[in-house]
């Protein structure tokens, strides 16, 4: 249980929970229970829309003092908030800052608004001095009030767009849970229940830390040619403003499948002007090898970043991501230490999530970034499976980095298969049916291409390129930060494995006498239950023997099944919302069309639930359970 300092809600001081969300449906679901962790609804959703100016004086008084400035306004009425910078804990997850408010009146100089000790506060800091905006958020919040015991709090899911002028230049989605009455301890039971939830990644930083963020990029894609990259008919010739990148092996050789010899590295030419080259250059650390890595006690750190010098002439040669060599199998046995069994399967999945990296760069095949991110859920799934056989204040900076990059490649891809699979439905249609559809699809698509540009600015950033160095490293070491064990401790895969594969069952089985009538936020979960049954097995699969084959498919069919009974969700509530947003801007016809695919996507969601029997009862049959015994007893 995660514990939070006892303290009380109080005027002035804020306490939240903040997540980014890769799919807000997710925090719909959450909003749709009436019971979370304990705690019961008092209240409705609602959803409110707001538009926050954030401002400062010219010299950035208010934030040299730690404060943000918000202009909000509600109705006739104006507020201006002083948001302290946020401190943070547990991961991330937790947020605690100073906050002021009061009545305000942007036309007016802050000493002719009503008193106010965010008032009081600014006109401290900043005197008489004219605020100037420095950016503007819009965002529309669903929000629900829960409480126990005194205590209340208030989750509210955020759909925030990023305006410059009038222009998105970012959207993305964030939960948030905030304490409104009573003791902080009462936000304990939602941390844990929230690590659980795979769409939450905690926020480490605020909206208008990334709102700031999203508009310097757009400054700075506004400086260079809107297609960055060799222009076309020239050979790794570079124009003002454009980044080149050309990769070969050192040897001038490449390996099967792209993949590297440990210790070999591959180099890139890098070309810059001062306009282009606004982002930190990836680490050039070697990775040390097994050997040396294990003999320290702890995996050698990446070696500062390079200076910023030097950027208008050729860049010496950098090496870019490492690779690994693995076989075409993790390899696991049943006599492996738990701790470097699951080392195997994280080395085997690391290996393929940066082989696929280029092409998710390039992003002319979405099949790469499908690749990439299958290899980041799998590794997220060992530190599941795997994880309490290391030390896991050693290894927290492999597993949290993990989650926030699968987060960015699920944003592109989840768009991805709606847009995929919205297509081939237009396909079906008449001209005029397809044409209907097209606000809907390029709405999608310009989503996609925002949610891009994130993923590429997390591969393009220096800490991306430390950790993955760090982690390789960790992967090939044996025994670094393995937990010590004793001798007639459970240590061995056969020894602990076969409980760890009937808990991942028992799960599954828990939902049984709920399956006649559940709704899809049951199945979703359902659907959770049943892929963490599927890779526990599937990374011992080599242990299990030839039997276990049949046993996965199984598990796998209902995976599937579950898995596009929630695509077909996902695009009828986003379809549903396109609608109820954009009401005021689209056609008759294109309303019409709209209209239908949603209608085709409610359909094929009930033909799902309707069907959901056969692959249940795969997984929930007596001869599975035997089936499952069977293979489990080969350990």
């Keep these: 249980m995660t514990t939070l300092d006892e303290a009380a809600a109080i005027d ?47 010299d950035g008084a208010l934030e040299a003092a730690g404060y943000a400035g918000r202009f909000r306004s509600q109705g006739e009425r104006t507020v201006i908030t002083l948001k302290g910078l946020a401190r943070h804990d547990e991961g991330g997850v937790v947020h605690r800052r100073a906050e002021l408010e009061g009545d305000a009146d942007p036309a007016q100089a802050a000493a002719s608004w009503p008193a106010s000790p965010a008032r009081d506060e600014l006109m401290s800091l900043a005197g008489d001095e004219t605020l100037r905006d420095v950016v ?26 990023v305006l410059v002028e009038d222009r998105v230049v970012e959207r993305f989605g964030e939960l948030e849970v905030e304490l409104r009455e009573g003791s902080a301890s009462v936000l304990e039971p939602l941390v844990d229940l929230l690590a659980e939830v795979e769409e939450l990644v905690p926020a480490e930083t605020s909206k208008l830390e990334r709102a700031l963020e999203a508009v310097r990029h757009d400054a700075e894609v506004g400086e260079v040619p809107e297609t960055v990259g060799v222009p076309d008919g020239a050979e790794n010739g570079t124009a003002d403003g454009e980044l080149a990148v050309e990769a070969a092996p050192l040897d001038g050789t490449a390996p099967a499948d792209g993949l590297v010899e440990p210790g070999k590295r591959q180099t890139r030419k890098v070309v810059k002007s001062r306009k282009a080259d606004k982002r930190p250059k990836a680490s050039s650390a070697a990775v040390p090898d097994a050997a040396s890595a294990a003999s320290a006690d702890e995996v050698p750190a990446a070696a500062p970043e390079a200076g910023e010098a030097g950027l208008d002439a050729e860049a010496p040669a950098e090496p870019v991501l490492p690779r690994i060599v693995v076989p075409k199998t993790p390899g696991v046995f049943a006599d492996d230490h738990l701790a470097e069994a699951g080392r195997k399967v994280l080395r085997f999945h690391l290996a393929r999530m940066v082989a696929r990296e280029e092409g998710t760069r ?47 490649l699920g944003a592109v891809r989840d768009l991805d298969v709606l847009i995929e699979a919205a297509e ?77 594969i009937w808990a991942a069952y028992e799960a599954c089985r828990a939902y049984e006498p709920v399956m006649r009538w559940a709704d899809v936020p049951t199945l979703h979960e359902l659907r ?75 359909r094929e969601l009930a033909r799902l639930r309707r069907t959901v029997g056969p692959p249940w009862r795969g997984v929930s049959s007596v001869s599975f359970r035997r089936a499952l015994g069977r293979v489990v007893a080969g350990l």
């Design 362 to 408: 390039s992003g002319k095949d979405a099949e790469e970034l499908h690749a990439m991110r299958v290899a980041t859920r799998r590794q997220r799934a060992a530190w599941r499976v795997f994880g309490d056989a290391f030390d896991a204040d050693r290894t927290e900076r492999y597993r949290k980095r993990l989650k926030s990059v699968a987060s960015d």
């Design 424 to 500: 081939a439905y237009r396909d079906r249609q008449s001209p005029a049916e397809a044409e209907g559809l097209e606000p809907l699809l390029q709405g999608w698509r310009t989503r996609r291409d925002a949610a891009r540009v994130v993923l590429i600015d997390e591969l393009d950033s220096g800490r991306y390129r430390r950790w993955v160095d760090g982690y390789v490293a960790f992967v090939q070491a044996e025994g670094v930060a393995a937990r010590p064990v004793g001798p007639t401790d459970p240590h061995r895969v056969r020894d602990s494995m076969p409980s760890r």
């Design 12 to 58: 002035g001081f804020e306490i939240e929970l903040k997540y980014r969300m890769t799919d807000t449906a997710a925090g719909d679901r959450l909003l749709a229970a009436d019971e979370l962790a304990g705690l019961h609804a008092v209240d409705d959703v609602t959803t409110v829309v707001d538009e926050d100016r954030y401002v400062d004086t010219a």
């Design 136 to 161: 503007r958020i819009r965002q529309v919040r669903r929000k629900r009030r829960y409480g126990a015991n005194g205590s209340i709090v208030e989750l509210s899911v955020d759909d925030v767009e």
């Design 528 to 602: 959770i239950a049943a892929k963490w049954l599927r890779y526990t097995l599937e990374f011992v699969r080599e242990s299990l023997g030839r039997d276990a084959g049949p046993v996965i498919e199984r598990v796998v069919a209902l995976q599937d099944h579950l898995g596009w009974l929630h695509d077909a969700d996902v695009a009828a509530g986003l379809a549903r919302a396109f609608l109820v947003e954009h009401a005021g801007d689209l056609t008759e016809p294109q309303s019409a069309a709209i209209g239908r695919y949603l209608v085709d996507r409610e």
